[in-house]
Every structure is written in C-alpha cells, then in structure tokens.
C-alpha cells in the first residue's frame, strides 16, 4: 500500500512544478548560503590558526562549503527538471533521470543535516585545539627572535587585547612559564640571578602578566607585577581586591565567540535542511504523478501521486533485498580452489585449425 497518497489533476501537476520550479531557485540561493556560512567559519578559524592546535576542526567549514556548492549544482537541475515536467511529452526525458536524482538528493539533504549537528557537537574538539594551540603561543611568547615564532608575542597581545582576556586558562598561567626573553634580563642584578637559581629549569618566573591583560576599564593604574604581594602596592589585597587585569582565561573566551558563531550557522542549516526536504518531497510526488499519468496513457487525467510506494518496511524490505543480491553478484568463489569457469580461459583456436566446418543441414 503506497504511503501518503495524493490524487493531481492536470492543473494541480502543473501548478505543483511550476512552484517547485520557483523553490529550485530559491534552494541555489539556499546553496549559496551554506557556502558562504562554511566559508565565513573557515575564514574566521584561519584568522587565529596561531593560537590552534592542528586537528579536524576544518571538517565542518570544508564540508558547509562543499555541500553549497552541490547545492547549486543539484538544485539548478532540479529545477530544469521540474520546468519541463509540465509537459508530459517533456517529462519522458527525464522519465529515468528523476528517481536517481530523488536518491541523490535525499543523500545530500543528508549531509546538510551531517554538517547542521556538526556545528554542535565540534566544540569538545574546539577546546582541545584551542588549549593546546594557546599553550604552545603562551610558551614560546618570549621567543622574538626566532624564526616562526617571532609573531606569537604579537598575535598573543592581540587576542588578549581584542578578546579582553588573560592566559590560556586564566591570569596564573603566565606565573608558570618564562615569558621574558633572556635578552632583557639584567644578568648583573642579584635579584635576576636568585630567581633563575630557585628554579629547577633555570626559568625567570613572575608573578607578573603581559601588559596586554590589563584592563583599561579600571580607574587604578594597571598591577601587572608582583601580582600576590600585598606590600608591593598602596592599598592592594591580593586575595579580596579585584584586579585591574582580565580575569577570563582567553580559551573560554575564544570558546564563546565560535560556539556562538556556529550556534548560528547550525540552525542556519538546520532550516536550509527543513526546506530542502519538502522540496524533495515535493518532487517525489510530481515524479510519482507524471509517471502514473505516461503508464495510464491520459495526459489530461487524473493519477495519483505518493511517497512511498509500499510501506516503511516493505521498502526497507525492498532496499535490503537489492543490497545482499549485488553483494553476491560481486562475490568470487575460492572455498575449495574452486574458480570461476569463466575467468582466465583461453582461445585456442588463435591460428588455423584442421576442424572441418560442420554446416547445419537445410530442411527439406
């Protein structure tokens, strides 16, 4: 029993492609979109590749992209499908291009709802590489002049500065790494030459931030240094006064800014998917239609159109059946040595035979 069958009349056939037609179009535009939205995100992740570890998080920029521009392609000849199926006559050239490109779609609506969850659940994989990537930038700070790490001082001043932001985690991370160059330290000073003996590694550490982490909203001149010691500063608690640097820690902050940006893109799609399947569906049923009309021979009648033509699991049924034939179509045997008669079998009669040529005797 076919599912959720509609009866068309001529009009209603005509009318129902003539406004897929008009959707078609409307779905390149919505393939557009989504390449514009994957490339926005690619664009965004590209700026601070600095500050990221490399890892998959490109899989869903690639993939918003590469779906856009199916779309377009898909939909543009949909829509040329959809156009000529007007016409009955018309129709019957595309009579057996249509249910490959039902499947088609259906797969590529698909991967637009692949990529719409992708958006959600990248994040885990997001702050993995963000952690790691400001990790390594935090560390290798001091490092102007070396080659390929001499922006990261710079690229680290700018995301703290833009994203109001401090450290990878928070503030105490640059307490735990040497973030000045050995190039600006006073090697004479005794108190330079205690710090770098109490440590194990023979680092300069500070309880000091990057001038970066300081926040100009604060009316008290920014405490950069000496952070934890409370006889440094007029007036200063460590433990109660809230400091006049950032306290967030720039991965939560950078985590923020593209869970928000593909929160959007995510429902973006989400819709585009919504839209894009009652589009398909729509077509199913105008290729259902036109081709009950071309089997009854009445181009002016009535025919029905549905979107199953058996039920949900007789099709599943169906679909299976022809999986497991084409498996065994494929399948060599080898149990036993045995081989295919058919393969490796040589001619030969390649040169002259002494076989006389029996003829088939005439009837008489």
Not at 82 to 98: G, Q, T
Not at 166 to 171: A, E, I, Q
Not at 208 to 223: A, E, L, Y
Request: net charge positive; aromatic share 10%.
């Amino acid at each position: 029993m076919a599912v959720l069958k509609v009866k068309f009349t001529k009009t209603k056939r005509d009318k129902l492609a003539q406004i897929l037609w008009i959707l078609n179009w409307v779905s390149v535009v919505s393939g557009v979109i989504l390449f514009s939205l994957g490339l926005f995100l690619k664009i965004e992740i590209k700026k601070r590749n600095e500050v990221m570890a490399k890892g998959d998080i490109n899989s869903v920029p690639n993939m918003l992209i590469s779906v856009g521009v199916i779309a377009c392609i898909i939909n543009f000849l949909g829509g040329k499908i959809c156009y000529d199926c007007s016409d009955a006559n018309k129709f019957s050239r595309w009579k057996l291009v249509m249910l490959p490109y039902i499947v088609c779609t259906f797969c590529f609506t698909f991967c637009i709802l692949v990529g719409a969850l992708l958006c959600y659940t990248m994040r885990n994989e997001l702050e993995e590489s963000l952690y790691l990537g400001l990790r390594d930038a935090i560390k290798f700070y001091k490092d102007t002049d070396i080659p390929g790490r001499c922006f990261l001082k710079k690229t680290v001043d700018m995301l703290q500065i833009g994203f109001q932001c401090c450290g990878n985690n928070g503030f105490r991370d640059w307490f735990e790494i040497q973030w000045i160059s050995t190039r600006y330290l006073n090697m004479a000073s005794e108190e330079v030459l205690d710090r770098l003996k109490s440590n194990v590694d023979g680092k300069f550490l500070v309880d000091g931030v990057p001038f970066s982490c300081c926040n100009p909203g604060s009316p008290r001149p920014c405490i950069q240094y000496q952070l934890t010691n409370n006889s440094a500063h007029y007036t200063y608690d460590f433990l109660t006064e809230e400091l006049n640097i950032w306290m967030r820690g720039c991965r939560e902050a950078l985590l923020e800014y593209y869970t928000a940006i593909m929160r959007s893109i995510g429902i973006t799609a989400l819709l585009i998917w919504l839209f894009e399947l009652s589009v398909l569906i729509g077509v199913r049923y105008l290729q259902t239609a036109m081709k009950n009309v071309l089997l009854l021979g009445d181009l002016e009648g009535e025919s029905e159109g549905w979107l199953l033509e058996n039920s949900f699991v007789e099709t599943a049924k169906y679909n299976i059946s022809i999986i497991k034939n084409l498996g065994k179509a494929n399948q060599i045997s080898t149990v036993s040595g045995i081989k295919d008669p058919n393969i490796d079998v040589r001619n030969t009669n390649c040169g002259k035979t002494n076989d006389t040529t029996k003829s088939i005797p005439a009837a008489s």
